[in-house]
């Protein structure tokens, strides 16, 4: 583990902002381990540690990401049990629905979302995650969020409608299914994160960096540095080598050629003999 937590040339700095992106707009201080450790979070337990999936509306097979495919993944990275929900249709107006005046697209509102979810818990629930094919906003001043999580009550919502390039009325390429896959394991695992206490990245290029556009969401890596994989492995207690084994797999098997030789460099320091210097003893 001490491997695998020491920054080395597979851990770039967090990249400078441009004017449009995330850190500009949002100047976070970001959480070291030592302030994650002192949070009131709550960490799964022996009787509650099952990460669900609740699909809101229809998820056609040729415009949606593959749901068990997503809790394969959502599985592998978290380490713990994911189950999917039989799917949610709401009535047309129940999540207070309005039309985003840039697209023309309708949205739904990710409080409301939440609110209702919380109702919703399964008792054995670590948490519980809201997906859908709708476009979101957190808020009326808002323009659009690709998902939101809320840590306290142990619920989130994330859309996957921007990341099919038919939402920007864009011709698809011919793997299109692929990329839409990717985007919506990526923006998952992100708000997921949250869930679990960890805030947005400020020090490395890493998933949990914070994102304004689609771009830059692209830009972001789909592992962890290894401030937040320190933070998540406190977290849940996971054996990293396992991890990286199983998120190994995946990866191979979807073509994420870049992730998979990344991912297979960690593995291949856990398995060194030699000795290297070790970030601060775990809490």
Not at 60 to 72: K, N
Not at 137 to 151: H, M, R
Not at 173 to 185: G, I, K, N, Q, W
Not at 196 to 215: E, Q, T
Request: proline letters at 9%.
């Amino acid at each position: 583990m001490r491997r695998l937590l020491t920054p080395d040339e597979d851990f770039a700095p967090i990249r400078q902002p441009g004017p449009e992106d995330w850190l500009v707009a949002h100047p976070e201080r970001g959480q070291t381990f030592d302030a994650f450790c002192d949070s009131a979070v709550v960490h799964p337990n022996p009787g509650r540690s099952v990460i669900y999936l609740i699909p809101l509306g229809s998820f056609p097979d040729d415009t949606s990401p593959p749901l068990e495919e997503l809790r394969l993944y959502t599985e592998a990275y978290f380490q713990l049990d994911v189950k999917v929900l039989a799917e949610f249709h709401p009535e047309p107006e129940q999540f207070w629905p309005r039309t985003n005046k840039h697209t023309h697209n309708r949205q739904v509102l990710t409080t409301a979302i939440m609110d209702f979810l919380y109702t919703q818990l399964p008792p054995d629930a670590f948490c519980l995650l809201g997906v859908t094919m709708e476009d979101l906003y957190p808020d009326p001043s808002w323009n659009f969020v690709f998902g939101q999580a809320w840590p306290e009550r142990r619920v989130g919502v994330y859309s996957f409608a921007r990341y099919d390039p038919a939402f920007s009325h864009k011709d698809r390429p011919a793997d299109y299914r692929s990329l839409l896959f990717r985007r919506s394991c990526k923006v998952l695992a992100h708000e997921v994160g949250h869930l679990f206490g960890l805030h947005h990245c400020v020090y490395f290029d890493c998933l949990l960096n914070g994102s304004n556009s689609l771009a830059e969401t692209d830009a972001a890596p789909a592992h962890l540095c290894p401030i937040c994989l320190r933070k998540l492995r406190f977290a849940v207690q996971f054996d990293a080598v396992v991890r990286y084994r199983e998120l190994s797999g995946f990866c191979h098997r979807h073509g994420w050629t870049d992730e998979a030789e990344w991912t297979d460099r960690q593995l291949a320091k856990a398995a060194e003999g030699d000795p290297v210097p070790s970030p601060a003893a775990e809490r």
